[in-house]
């Protein structure tokens, strides 16, 4: 499972109310990223890190905020959740010199009333 | 834009063979991947693609024709624990960053 955690695994929260997520890994990836799942439109890429400080933006990032500061922790941030924000949300990291094979976490439930 | 195709549905006999298409259109191009998730799950890896032909891993198989901007995953022998949603992907760019397909969910009968 490459250690990678997510915490917590699931979360309720109002609109309008600041939310982070956390990835851990224990193997000091150096490429980590958060997905989104919505039914009927696969993953999609929120944001991605190449390392510690250095992130960008993936296809749907607005919304979202993301920050790395040590190699094991990627934080993701919804500053102020919306409803169109409720999703499983997946963390994952790349093995260096893989067949660009992504490792996810087990996810994240967000529900935002 | 960059975008993968895929059924949204296949279904098939346990024992039987059942091919998964994936149509793709990137702006580069850097393979084709494929990732199984099982209801409440994760997506785990099953195969990857850098150049055309056919990729062979136990039961499960992956072809990709790169002039044709097509790839498949073939899975053989089929058991009721292959139920469960397929997804083609590829990187957008060098850093990895993978586009999805909507899934492809394969329902497995006795």
């Known amino acids: 499972d490459a250690g990678i955690t997510q915490s917590p695994r699931h979360k309720v929260t109002e609109t309008g109310t600041p939310v982070t997520l956390r990835c851990h890994q224990t193997?000091?990836?150096?490429?980590m990223y958060w997905y989104r799942q919505d039914p009927g439109h696969g993953l999609r890429l929120i944001h991605y890190?190449?390392?510690?400080?250095?992130?960008d933006k993936g296809e749907v990032s607005d919304g979202y905020s993301v920050s790395r500061s040590k190699t094991e922790d990627f934080l993701l941030t919804l500053e102020s959740a919306t409803s169109s924000q409720t999703s499983v949300y997946f963390c994952?990291?790349?093995?260096?010199?893989?067949?660009?094979?992504?490792?996810f976490g087990p996810g994240t439930r967000l529900t935002v009333l | 834009g960059q975008s993968l195709e895929q059924p949204s549905e296949v279904t098939a006999v346990e024992g039987a063979i059942v091919q998964i298409n994936c149509t793709y259109q990137?702006?580069?191009?850097?393979?084709l991947s494929w990732y199984q998730q099982h209801d409440g799950g994760a997506p785990t890896f099953l195969s990857y693609?850098?150049?055309?032909g056919l990729e062979e891993t136990g039961r499960f198989s992956s072809f990709l024709s790169r002039s044709d901007s097509y790839g498949y995953l073939l899975l053989q022998e089929l058991q009721m624990k292959d139920s469960a949603s397929y997804f083609c992907?590829?990187?957008?760019?060098?850093?990895?960053?993978?586009?999805f397909g909507s899934g492809t969910r394969l329902l497995v009968r006795p």
């Open positions: 994952a990291i790349r093995r260096s010199g893989g067949d660009n094979e992504q490792f």
């Open positions: 992907a590829a990187p957008m760019d060098s850093s990895y960053k993978l586009i």
């Open positions: 990137t702006s580069g191009f850097y393979g």
């Open positions: 693609n850098a150049l055309d």
């Open positions: 890190s190449y390392g510690v400080k250095d992130t």
């Open positions: 193997e000091n990836h150096r490429y």
